[in-house]
T-cell receptor, first 114, second 110 residues
């Protein structure tokens, strides 16, 4: 049981390049989230999904897009990377119903934009 | 809008001393509050949630609605408690978003 898996773990981009972060969970969770973690700012919600085929904006959505074509996968895309997007990105998921709001996190993806 | 404030970015205590990590929140509804912890080189994980009213690894946290606080306490800190601690608040309704505070890095000195 892998839980929440994020790929890649590390990536260096040049300004203007695009990339996609993949989050996969094998727990049949309905809800999935993308957060970014920055020093002194904690975790901020970028986008989230309450089920397959649905996505919604979080606190800091600008510059990112997401897709949830399959229940187990939640993709985070950067169309044109900027240095301000240098961060550690965390994916998380949770059940619907009892136990909801208790998040299971991935190991994180460290992105550097030069 | 909901907000979580952790006023201390860094906190150092000696082993065996009591420790309190502060968390204050603002939320118009009925809050559900959590403490998450991230040990070095490990994933962020749930430490405790207020509705469980449990003690995990010797830590407790009581929801004080009058003071809108959910401070994390431990009477005798251990070196293995050194970690980043995040307080989080859950919104009600179908969105089930968690809003995190900025975190407190706890260092327990030998």
């Amino acid at each position: 049981n892998a839980g929440v898996t994020q790929t890649p773990k590390f990536r260096v981009l040049k300004t203007g390049q695009s990339m996609t972060l993949l989050c996969a969970q094998d727990m049949n969770h309905e809800y999935m989230y993308w957060y970014r973690q920055d020093p002194g700012m904690g975790l901020r919600l970028i986008h989230y999904s309450v089920g397959e085929g649905t996505t919604a904006k979080g606190e800091v959505p600008d510059g990112y897009n997401v897709s949830r074509l399959k229940k187990q996968n939640f993709l985070l895309g950067l169309e044109s990377a900027a240095p301000s997007q240098t961060s550690v990105y965390f994916c998380a998921s949770t059940l619907e119903g009892y136990g909801a709001n208790v998040l299971t996190f991935g190991a994180g993806s460290r992105l550097t934009v030069l | 809008a909901q907000r979580v404030t952790q006023p201390e970015k860094l906190l150092s205590v000696f082993k065996g001393a009591p420790v309190e990590l502060k968390c204050n929140y603002s939320y118009s509804g009925s809050p559900e509050l959590f403490w998450y912890v991230q040990y070095s080189r490990q994933r962020l994980q749930l430490l405790l949630r207020h509705i469980s009213r449990e003690s995990i690894k010797g830590f407790t946290a009581d929801l004080n609605k009058g003071e809108t606080s959910f401070h994390l306490k431990k009477p005798f800190a251990q070196e293995e408690d050194s970690a980043m601690y995040y307080c989080a608040l859950s919104s009600s309704g179908s969105a089930r978003q968690l809003t995190f505070g900025s975190g407190t890095q706890l260092t327990v000195l030998p």
